[in-house]
């Protein structure tokens, strides 16, 4: 009973990538006879480089032995052979292909036939992108009957393995309302080295984004043409979120937003592939202020006692229309000061709308100075206050000193 439940043999393959074959030479002095030896033996072996008879790495491939190591996001392939080593016809055969995942069972290959004869097989290649961690079981079964009574045998056969993770992925957020900062770090987890092919980030629906990975001076990444991540290494790739004004009031009061996802794409040592993506990723987007204030134009540098104009935009993001009032703040001490009337009306104001305000400021103190507050007040609600302190800075050079400077450039000119 035993030899019949082996009538129909089950092969089984993975189909994976060789590696070269080393060897190990063994080197003597050149004028010894045991040298000599050592020479002639070492080019006789298969492993061994035409004329590099004492290189470790040969120009020979040898095939794996086992189903070997196994990353998330790669592609599990594997050769089954379904043969039937008896001299008997086997009928209403069913042959199956499952794949057990911590979570799921996949159906990789099913197929009934009505009969096989002696010495007939089936062959079949499976393939499977590995889509999660932890321990997978490749079973192959194969259901049929024998003889004239119709005795029902099962053969089986089943293979264990477990997935590993390839990349470590970190991300952290940071950024305003308007614009958030995604940091992704990406470190190699494999045993050897990686080639990164794709590294992308894939905006959800609404936003846009600007890699912070290139050199706007040349259009290049970085970190340069090579992709080559070593075991271990650390990557960090930056990217810029906007978040538009009409994406921000439909978000709930702290409830995370979801900006995106990355796609990674990278290869090992002989060109096997591998992909991962990564869960939606959310963060916290603080709500939308109702009166929004940002600057438009203001210059980097100001000589000292120097008046020059700051052109603003106000944008009303609430339901209502505002009639504002600007209110100017002379901080005592400040740096930079208003120059002009406090308490100026504004046009009218619409919901959803913006409007542009041209301020005028006089540097009074040397150094990077920050522009003195200011206030909108609404005079159809109550007089509500919309207090903005952080507008801006100006780096404010004093005179005597920029005098200077122009007198030692001219002299050395001279």
């Keep these: 009973m035993a030899a019949e439940k082996q009538l129909l043999g089950i092969k089984v393959m993975r189909i994976t990538k060789p590696s070269l074959m080393t060897s190990v030479p063994v080197m003597g002095e050149p004028w010894d006879m045991l040298g000599k030896l050592l020479e002639e033996e070492s080019s006789k072996d298969v492993c061994s480089t035409r004329n590099l008879p004492f290189f470790s790495v040969g120009e020979t491939l040898t095939l794996p032995q086992n189903f070997g190591t196994i990353f998330l996001g790669e592609t599990f392939s594997s050769f089954v052979s379904f043969l039937n080593e008896s001299q008997e016809i086997l009928r ?27 010495e007939a097989y089936e062959d079949k290649l499976v393939n499977y992108e590995v889509k999660e961690l932890g321990d997978h079981s490749l079973n192959c079964t194969a259901a049929y009957t024998v003889g004239a009574n119709g005795l029902e045998l099962v053969s089986r056969k089943i293979f264990k393995f477990c997935v590993s993770k390839p990349l470590d992925v970190k991300t952290r957020f940071a950024g305003d309302r308007g614009n958030v900062l995604l940091e992704v770090q990406i470190q190699n987890a494999m045993p050897h080295s990686m080639h990164l092919d794709v590294v992308n980030f894939d905006p959800a629906a609404g936003l846009s984004y600007i890699n912070c990975n290139t050199m706007s001076s040349c259009d290049r990444p970085v970190f340069g043409d090579d992709g080559t991540l070593a075991p271990k290494a650390i990557r960090q790739y930056v990217y810029s979120i906007s978040v538009p004004a009409s994406v921000q009031a439909s978000i709930p009061l702290g409830k995370p937003k979801t900006v995106g996802k990355m796609d990674i794409v990278w290869r090992t040592k002989l060109g096997e592939r591998g992909r991962i993506q990564t869960g939606q990723l959310k963060t916290t987007i603080p709500p939308l202020l109702e009166l929004v204030l940002t600057v438009l134009k203001c210059p980097g540098t100001v000589h000292m006692e120097q008046t020059f104009s700051v052109i603003c935009l106000a944008t009303n993001n609430s339901g209502h229309s505002m009639r504002l009032k600007m209110v100017l703040d002379r901080v005592a001490g400040g740096g930079v000061v208003w120059s002009g009337v406090s308490g100026k009306i504004l046009n009218e104001l619409a919901s959803k709308q913006s409007t542009q305000i041209t301020l005028m400021a006089l540097s009074v103190l040397p150094g990077l100075q920050s522009l003195a507050p200011l206030c909108l007040v609404d005079m159809q609600d109550n007089q509500r206050r919309y207090n903005f302190s952080d507008i801006g800075q100006v780096f404010v050079e004093h005179v005597q000193a920029a005098s200077v400077n122009r007198t030692h450039e001219q002299s050395a000119l001279s």
């Design 92 to 118: 209403d055969v069913v042959m199956k292909v499952d794949l057990l995942t911590p979570a799921n069972r996949v159906s990789l290959f099913d197929k009934n036939i009505p009969h096989m004869d002696p």
